[in-house]
Structure formats: structure tokens, C-alpha cells
């Protein structure tokens, strides 16, 4: 794809930690974007940021990162997401385009609505990222044949229609495949791929840990796979996540009412030794593991998709 028509002279990345700061190394390697300006509420985070390369300059505040910019990238977690919108009326460039990369979308096309309309703020999702934070954790392929929800404003104007599809280009310069949908949609599916499951990461982590007959060396030195890769959503970090549930708590309470639900059917399953039932339940589920790996977004590979010299 000839990437020169969607250049932008002047990007503020807002929040460069880890899916920021990757956004940030993947637009200097496809080179659509000519300056990259950072700006962090945490002056050590955007200090850091600097010094890495990811930027190439550090704004003053958001004021002054967004002034100018032609791209502004809200990566930042979503509560924080009102605030800002309310400064880019005061304070963004018209014609510019905004993004955000946050995991709940109802509440950004909320705040997105009452902008000026000369400011065009695509919501999108990059459905990537790991369980590590901070500008130090990026890295330029994090989107590559990885999903990007883009969930548009209900705006029927030519000038807005072109912001999503420069939006849409702009995610399939860094490798990603781009899906549109509707923001309830969107918040309900990401309730059950992403939300409950880091949810319930929280709180069995949580429940191993409050365990007065398991002493965490126990639970160390014993973690096998299954536990080991709950650890490791359970390691996110907890501002975003907080934000998280508190954004999306219809969609995640609706999911967890019915997840409660089959847990209910598994418990008496046991309680009664229904092997039956269980056996039932365990093969139901399985192809949906076999149709992950399929699509690409998993490997077959043994040992949870790690090499066995892998210590994390």
C-alpha cells in the first residue's frame, strides 16, 4: 500500500506506554508520520519515553501536544478519556483526527459526541497488547495480523466518513486487520473474550493468595499452566482494568450472570459425581480452542504455546 497519502506531519501520542509507545515505533518504521510529539501525565513515563527514541519530542502538556497535530492518539486508560475530549474542544486543530486504543468503546463514543465537529474522533481497539506496561514494554509488530475494532460515531458527513477511512488505512499500515461494528457489540463481545476472563484471573490470583493453607512458595513452585497463564493476566495493570469494569459494568455484569450460571451446572455436576455431565460440558467446548488456533490468533504448539526454555 502507498502509505504517502495517508502521511501526517505532526502526531501526539498521548500515553506512550505499551500499546502507545508500539504505535509510536510502528509509525517510524512505515514512516506515515513525520514528527511524533509525546505527552504523559507521569513525568518520568514521557522522560522515558524521550530517552527510548520514542518520541521525538516531549510536549510542555496536553495542551501543547495536541495543538498543531494533525493525529492525536489517546493512549491513555479510558476513564481519563472525558477529561481529554473536553480539552480538545478547547484545544485540538480542526480537521484533525483522533484515536483511542481503549478496550471499552460505549463510553469513548459518549465522550467522542460532543466534540466539535471539526475535530473526527474514530474510536478503535487494537485487540493486542501483554501483560507488561510502560514505554520500555513496546515494540512495532505488536499489531501485526492482529485485530483493530474500529467503532465509528453515528455521523453520516462526508468529511467524518473520510476520518474512518483514513483511520482504517492507518491501522493496516502497522499490520493489523480492521473490523467495524457498533460500540454495544463491541463491549459486550470483548466482555466475554477479554473482560470476564481477566476478571476471573483477578480474582482465583486473588483467592490463591488468601489461601492460609497454601503458602505462596507452594503456589509458586507448583504453578502449572493453566494457573501460570492466569498469573499472568492477573499481572495487567490495574488502573486500565479498573477503568475497565467500571466503563463496562452492564456488559460485564450481563456476561458474569451467565457465566455464574454454568459454573452453578459444573459445581453440581461434581457435587453429585456426574461424570457424565462434566465429560458433556469439558468436549462441548473444546472445538472452540481448536477454531482460536485456526484463525491464527493461538499455536497448536505444546506447553501452552511457549518454549519449554521460556521462564516467564
Not at 502507498?2 to 512505515?30: C, H, M, Q, V, Y
Not at 475494532?149 to 466518513?161: G, N, S
Not at 450472570?257 to 473444546?286: C, H, K, N, P, T
Request: charged fraction near 25%; charge should be negative.
Amino acid at each position: 500500500m502507498d502509505n504517502t497519502k495517508f502521511e501526517f506531519k505532526r502526531a501526539a501520542i498521548i500515553g506512550p506506554g505499551l500499546i502507545g509507545s508500539s504505535l509510536a515505533r510502528a509509525f517510524r518504521e512505515t514512516g506515515i508520520v513525520e514528527r511524533l510529539v509525546g505527552s504523559d501525565c507521569n513525568a518520568d513515563v514521557i522522560k522515558r519515553a524521550a530517552e527510548l527514541g520514542v518520541v521525538d519530542e516531549v510536549a510542555k502538556g496536553f495542551a501543547s501536544a495536541v495543538e498543531g497535530a494533525d493525529l492525536v492518539v489517546l493512549s491513555t486508560p479510558v476513564g481519563e478519556i472525558g477529561a481529554m475530549c473536553d480539552a480538545l474542544t478547547a484545544y485540538a486543530s480542526p480537521g484533525a483526527l483522533v484515536i483511542d486504543v481503549g478496550s471499552v468503546k460505549g463510553a469513548i463514543v459518549a465522550a467522542a459526541n460532543k466534540l466539535r465537529d471539526d475535530i473526527f474522533f474514530v474510536p478503535c481497539h487494537p485487540v493486542a497488547g501483554t501483560e507488561q506496561s510502560g514505554p520500555e514494554a513496546g515494540f512495532a509488530s505488536l499489531f501485526k495480523d492482529r485485530w483493530c475494532i474500529i467503532t465509528p460515531l453515528a455521523r453520516e458527513d462526508a468529511p467524518y466518513k473520510a476520518a474512518v477511512e483514513k483511520a482504517v488505512a492507518l491501522w493496516e499500515s502497522v499490520g493489523a486487520n480492521v473490523e467495524t461494528m457498533d460500540a454495544a457489540h463491541h463491549d459486550l463481545a470483548l466482555a466475554v473474550t477479554s473482560h470476564l476472563p481477566h476478571l476471573i484471573a483477578f480474582t482465583l490470583v486473588g483467592a490463591a493468595d488468601d489461601l492460609e493453607s497454601v503458602t505462596q512458595a507452594e503456589v509458586v513452585k507448583y504453578s502449572a499452566g493453566g494457573f501460570r497463564d492466569f498469573t499472568r493476566l492477573a499481572a495487567s495493570d490495574p488502573v486500565m482494568w479498573r477503568d475497565v469494569f467500571l466503563y463496562n459494568k452492564d456488559a460485564v455484569l450481563e456476561v458474569l450472570g451467565r457465566f455464574s450460571e454454568e459454573l452453578a451446572v459444573l459445581q453440581r455436576a461434581i457435587r453429585w459425581g456426574d461424570g457424565a455431565a462434566l465429560y458433556d460440558a469439558f468436549s462441548r467446548v473444546r472445538s472452540l480452542r481448536q477454531a482460536i488456533v485456526e484463525a491464527g490468533q493461538e499455536t497448536a504448539t505444546p506447553n501452552f504455546g511457549r518454549d519449554q526454555e521460556e521462564k516467564t
